[in-house]
């Protein structure tokens, strides 16, 4: 890999497609040296494709132990005791399904990519960003704020990492280390086109009896997430709130993106929970108790 002393140095995770593949794109454009990554070499070459020879795929899957310490390596040896200036923990998956019936395996998986996952990235690259008092940017959700039916098992996750933002700002202030969440509602981006195909998955081997149970009210659920992906914004809005965190002053905290995200987050902040479940047994058709 060529030398590029002067530019700033990123690990960015699930950049295959995207917000992560924008976020890396967009930060190799700004001079950024970028570690996008992948969990299969095709879509690394893939990346590097559109990018300058400062960006650089390595193998990083976040539910890997040795994925991740191959990783870590791969960076120390190129920053060396210049560290990180930025970590964009990005890489996460969705598990749709009522509650009641989800597979607990499927639960296990959500959580230990969107939740432990994060913790093992953030844990083993803190001594780099300490070092070149780097910086930490979550990509959250506005799932995180405000739960939806048949998303509970995604929404905990996202809850999680809003907890972990949280604690972790507070106990890396000592060193510097700034740590933000950027929380996006509806993004256009492959992420929701394959979790719609896996729920669709679900369903067909869901049993009868849950079929029966929450067939319709899923059905509703799916037509107005439809109607919303076409309302989405693109990955872009989503990558200048990470380049604000990664770059300015004083960055927020917390970055809403969407204006999905900010009417949710403001009806969660004002309406009472019954109120809120009024609203969205309205808002998604959602059967009401007989």
Not at 22 to 35: E, K, N, Q, S, T
Not at 86 to 101: D, K, R
Not at 228 to 242: L, S
């Amino acid at each position: 890999m060529a030398n590029f002393p002067h530019a700033q140095t990123v690990v960015i995770t699930g950049t295959s497609t995207g917000i992560g593949a924008a976020c890396a794109l967009a930060l190799d454009r700004l001079g950024w040296r970028v570690f996008a990554g992948v969990r299969r070499g095709q879509d690394g070459e893939a990346l590097r494709a559109q990018a300058s020879p400062r960006l650089r795929p390595i193998i990083l899957d976040v539910t890997d132990t040795p994925s991740l310490a191959q990783a870590v390596e791969t960076v120390r040896e190129t920053v060396g005791s210049s560290g990180l200036a930025g970590l964009v923990n990005n890489a996460g998956i969705v598990v749709a399904g009522p509650l009641e019936v989800l597979d607990l395996n499927d639960l296990r998986k959500q959580l230990e990519v969107n939740v432990i996952g994060q913790v093992a990235v953030t844990q083993a690259f803190i001594p780099l960003l300490r070092l070149g008092h780097g910086r930490i940017v979550n990509v959250g959700s506005i799932a995180g704020l405000s739960a939806m039916p048949f998303m509970g098992s995604y929404s905990a996750s996202k809850f999680a990492l809003e907890a972990l933002t949280d604690a972790l700002r507070l106990e890396l202030q000592a060193w510097g280390i700034q740590v933000s969440i950027v929380e996006p509602g509806a993004i256009a981006t492959p992420l929701w086109r394959k979790s719609n195909e896996d729920a669709r998955q679900r369903e067909a081997a869901a049993s009868p009896e849950a079929k029966v149970l929450y067939g319709q009210a899923i059905a509703g659920v799916r037509e107005r997430v439809k109607q919303a992906e076409q309302r989405a914004v693109p990955p872009d809005a989503v990558v200048d709130a990470i380049v604000h965190a990664l770059t300015a002053s004083c960055p927020n905290t917390r970055y809403l993106v969407g204006a999905d995200a900010k009417l949710r987050a403001f009806l969660t902040r004002v309406l009472p929970d019954r109120l809120q479940d009024r609203f969205l047994t309205w808002a998604l058709k959602l059967p009401r108790p007989s």
